[in-house]
Nanobody, 130 residues
Framework: QLQVVESGGGLVQPGDSLRLSCATS????????IGWFRQAPGKEREGVSC????????YQADSVKGRFTIYRDDVRSTVYLQMNSLKVEDTAAYYC???????????????????????WGQGTQVIVSS
């Protein structure tokens, strides 16, 4: 089972950028789907961005489209979530998760079925406040 560990959260102002890291270990990243999820206080956890590591197809939620980008660094076996133009409503605990690739056809479906993700990190807090 692929292990994941998130890092990179912090306190930033609206309009700032932040990059979250999801360091992976245990197996080759090529056989997995990696997802970024977030949970704001009092709200359900939602899928932010997911990527099929076999072919790099990705999905971003409408709320972050054009502002967040998911990408991988093969040398470091790390998947990043680059977050630009942050808004107050992006404040949440962010989680990285992994599941074996191929369970769902589209990256959006992967993000919609978060309960299928097997391996979860401990989360990293992002606070956007002026």
């Amino acid at each position: 089972q692929l292990q994941v560990v998130e890092s990179g959260g912090g306190l930033v102002q609206p309009g700032d950028s932040l990059r979250l890291s999801c360091a992976t270990s245990g197996y080759s990243l090529n056989y997995y789907t990696i997802g970024w999820f977030r949970q704001a206080p009092g709200k359900e956890r939602e899928g932010v961005s997911c990527m099929d590591m076999r072919d790099y197809r990705s999905y971003q939620a409408d709320s972050v489209k054009g502002r967040f980008t998911i990408y991988r660094d093969d040398v470091r076996s790390t998947v990043y979530l680059q977050m630009n133009s942050l808004k107050v409503e992006d404040t949440a605990a962010y989680y990285c998760a992994a599941e074996p690739a191929g369970r769902f056809i589209t990256p959006q479906a992967m993000c919609d079925h978060q309960d299928d993700f097997d391996s979860w990190g401990q989360g990293t807090q992002v606070i956007v406040s002026s």
